[in-house]
């Protein structure tokens, strides 16, 4: 294994022990409130007024900073870094107007977009929806300071300061639900919200730095400025139409009953678990080295590292999958069941992961293929793809729905993802003709032993296991394991170098 493989790897771990742990915290967050709260008509304002804005800013900012990661990498690379900086000192000029904006017309159709978040609400209860937007519409320009000034970072392969930001929201959290429960209620998770990005904003601001210093300047004397926003606008549109599916995921659910919005959050909290470790992280460090190899025209090394980076992704997320769907009602009762979430908040949240869990391959298939034709500046033909997985989101949301209610909303997400990635395999062709998705065909054959084993271990654990945290722990160890072990017998290239990798961090600690 090369040395820049083993770094690749080597950070991917360090940064993936580390989110755990903060991920760890997170459940403990998400299960205090779940105890406090349970899934109620009030938490599915909140949570419908939350992610509202969460997928405004998801649009908006990923757009920029998606492309600002791979243009900022060739700028201080040629240019060094005061160019670079430069360069970031215009968007946030140019940004945060754009974002005041945005906030005023957000303010302004305020009653018309609570009317489209939430069509089944009563006047009255929609009055109280138009409340939580008001409130929580600030969160929009916190996110763009605060996500600039982590793509930045993550250019700079520095990734440690950025990652915490789950740990301040998680214990800020906690903190509010334990004092102000009793004064404000569920507005206590707003006051949380804005507490903990204020503290995670400001250790940005001191570790970024070393890296970049603010400075008003010209927009004629940062050519790049135009390169971002030509590339980051195919991507916002990408973006805004993907965001769409969340907004029709959540006004389905409201129409649904009381507790399906809140339920379909806490699935996925749940599923983010999953995807903010073991996809995120890896595909954040990917995309930085895809870039590095697309600017030095190293084709080849990228194509190595993404089969190597889909190949390991498919031998992880194929029995996740196989153990959360089998143990969706012990995961949920573990996590959540306390307090007021009641044994109907268990049925309706597990429906729900069950219908995220399908789709955990295709979300770390798709994140690494995108990154892969990002490097190469193409963002209009994931834009264009994205138009047919969320028509096909949306369509199979509407269909389902009707039929298995929460389950299929979330099934429709799966739907959605698989179709996704499927068109951009195709469409990274354009960019590197040899890359055939046929070449992870012999990966996903030696899979199937090793699903059957896995399927068979937790049948055999929950036949004999009643207890809902040893069926689950049981289930994960003797079926995630006997599927490791298998797949290192067949001999797969990415497997021994996770194996490897581990066995050296190992020896290295003794």
């Given at each position: 294994?090369?040395?820049?493989?083993?770094?690749i790897v080597g950070t991917t771990l360090v940064i993936t022990?580390?989110?755990?742990?903060?991920?760890?915290?997170?459940?403990?967050?998400?299960?205090?409130?779940?105890?406090?709260?349970?899934?109620?008509?009030?938490?599915?304002?909140?949570?419908?007024?939350?992610?509202?804005?969460?997928?405004?800013?998801?649009?908006?900012?990923?757009?920029?900073?998606?492309?600002?990661?791979?243009?900022?990498?060739?700028?201080?690379?040629?240019?060094?870094?005061?160019?670079?900086?430069?360069?970031?000192?215009?968007?946030?000029?140019?940004?945060?107007?754009?974002?005041?904006?945005?906030?005023?017309?957000?303010?302004?159709?305020?009653?018309?977009?609570?009317?489209?978040?939430?069509p089944s609400y009563s006047p009255e209860r929609s009055l109280?929806?138009?409340?939580?937007?008001?409130?929580?519409?600030?969160?929009?320009?916190?996110?763009?300071?605060?996500?600039?000034?982590?793509?930045?970072?993550?250019?700079?392969?520095?990734?440690?300061?950025?990652?915490?930001?789950?740990?301040?929201?998680?214990?800020?959290?906690?903190?509010?639900?334990?004092?102000?429960?009793?004064?404000?209620?569920?507005?206590?998770?707003?006051?949380?919200?804005?507490?903990?990005?204020?503290?995670?904003?400001?250790?940005?601001?001191?570790?970024?730095?070393?890296?970049?210093?603010?400075?008003?300047?010209?927009?004629?004397?940062?050519?790049?400025?135009?390169?971002?926003?030509?590339?980051?606008?195919?991507?916002?549109?990408?973006?805004?139409?993907?965001?769409?599916?969340?907004?029709?995921?959540?006004?389905?659910?409201?129409?649904?009953?009381?507790?399906?919005?809140?339920?379909?959050?806490?699935?996925?909290?749940?599923?983010?678990?999953?995807?903010?470790?073991?996809?995120?992280?890896?595909?954040?460090?990917?995309?930085?080295?895809?870039?590095?190899?697309?600017?030095?025209?190293?084709?080849?090394?990228?194509?190595?590292?993404?089969?190597?980076?889909?190949?390991?992704?498919?031998?992880?997320?194929?029995?996740?999958?196989?153990?959360?769907?089998?143990?969706?009602?012990?995961?949920?009762?573990?996590?959540?069941?306390?307090?007021?979430?009641?044994?109907?908040?268990?049925?309706?949240?597990?429906?729900?992961?069950?219908?995220?869990?399908?789709?955990?391959?295709?979300?770390?298939?798709?994140?690494?293929?995108?990154?892969?034709?990002?490097?190469?500046?193409?963002?209009?033909?994931?834009?264009?793809?994205?138009?047919?997985?969320?028509?096909?989101?949306?369509?199979?949301?509407?269909?389902?729905?009707?039929?298995?209610?929460?389950?299929?909303?979330?099934?429709?997400?799966?739907?959605?993802?698989?179709?996704?990635?499927?068109?951009?395999?195709?469409?990274?062709?354009?960019?590197?003709?040899?890359?055939?998705?046929?070449?992870?065909?012999?990966?996903?054959?030696?899979?199937?032993?090793?699903?059957?084993?896995?399927?068979?271990?937790?049948?055999?654990?929950?036949?004999?296991?009643?207890?809902?945290?040893?069926?689950?722990?049981?289930?994960?160890?003797?079926?995630?394991?006997?599927?490791?072990?298998?797949?290192?017998?067949?001999?797969?290239?990415?497997?021994?170098?996770?194996?490897?990798?581990?066995?050296?961090?190992?020896?290295?600690?003794?």
């Amino acid at each position: 294994m090369s040395k820049q493989t083993k770094g690749i790897v080597g950070t991917t771990l360090v940064i993936t022990i580390l989110t755990l742990c903060f991920k760890a915290l997170g459940f403990v967050k998400q299960a205090v409130v779940a105890y406090y709260f349970g899934t109620t008509f009030e938490t599915d304002i909140y949570y419908v007024a939350f992610n509202f804005v969460g997928s405004l800013s998801s649009a908006f900012i990923r757009a920029i900073t998606i492309s600002l990661v791979s243009i900022y990498t060739h700028c201080l690379v040629q240019k060094g870094r005061d160019e670079a900086s430069k360069l970031l000192s215009a968007c946030l000029e140019l940004l945060v107007p754009i974002v005041l904006v945005v906030l005023l017309l957000a303010y302004m159709l305020t009653p018309q977009i609570a009317g489209i978040l939430a069509p089944s609400y009563s006047p009255e209860r929609s009055l109280i929806l138009q409340s939580y937007l008001k409130i929580c519409y600030p969160f929009f320009l916190f996110a763009v300071v605060t996500l600039v000034w982590t793509s930045m970072m993550d250019a700079n392969k520095d990734f440690v300061v950025s990652r915490t930001e789950s740990a301040i929201t998680s214990i800020t959290t906690i903190l509010c639900c334990v004092i102000l429960y009793n004064v404000l209620a569920v507005s206590s998770l707003v006051v949380a919200q804005y507490i903990s990005y204020i503290i995670f904003g400001s250790l940005l601001l001191i570790r970024g730095r070393q890296y970049f210093k603010f400075g008003f300047v010209k927009f004629k004397d940062v050519p790049e400025i135009r390169t971002v926003l030509l590339t980051a606008l195919p991507l916002f549109i990408g973006n805004s139409v993907s965001q769409v599916n969340k907004i029709v995921d959540n006004s389905l659910s409201t129409g649904l009953g009381a507790g399906n919005a809140s339920a379909l959050n806490n699935a996925v909290v749940l599923e983010d678990f999953v995807c903010v470790i073991l996809v995120n992280n890896v595909v954040d460090v990917l995309y930085v080295n895809f870039s590095t190899y697309t600017t030095e025209g190293n084709f080849e090394k990228l194509i190595d590292t993404m089969r190597k980076a889909i190949n390991t992704m498919i031998c992880i997320m194929l029995p996740i999958t196989i153990v959360t769907c089998m143990c969706s009602k012990e995961i949920v009762t573990i996590a959540y069941a306390r307090g007021e979430f009641n044994a109907n908040s268990v049925a309706m949240t597990s429906a729900a992961l069950i219908g995220y869990a399908i789709g955990f391959t295709s979300s770390g298939v798709r994140d690494i293929i995108l990154r892969g034709l990002y490097s190469f500046k193409n963002t209009k033909g994931p834009m264009i793809t994205g138009f047919f997985a969320v028509g096909a989101n949306i369509i199979f949301s509407i269909i389902l729905s009707h039929f298995i209610g929460i389950l299929g909303i979330s099934i429709a997400s799966s739907i959605s993802l698989t179709v996704n990635f499927l068109i951009n395999s195709q469409m990274l062709k354009k960019h590197i003709p040899d890359y055939k998705f046929s070449v992870h065909l012999p990966v996903l054959l030696k899979q199937i032993p090793s699903v059957a084993f896995v399927i068979a271990a937790v049948f055999v654990v929950k036949h004999f296991v009643t207890s809902n945290l040893l069926t689950f722990l049981l289930s994960a160890i003797i079926g995630i394991g006997g599927y490791g072990l298998i797949l290192m017998a067949m001999k797969i290239e990415e497997v021994d170098i996770i194996k490897d990798k581990v066995f050296s961090r190992i020896k290295f600690n003794r």
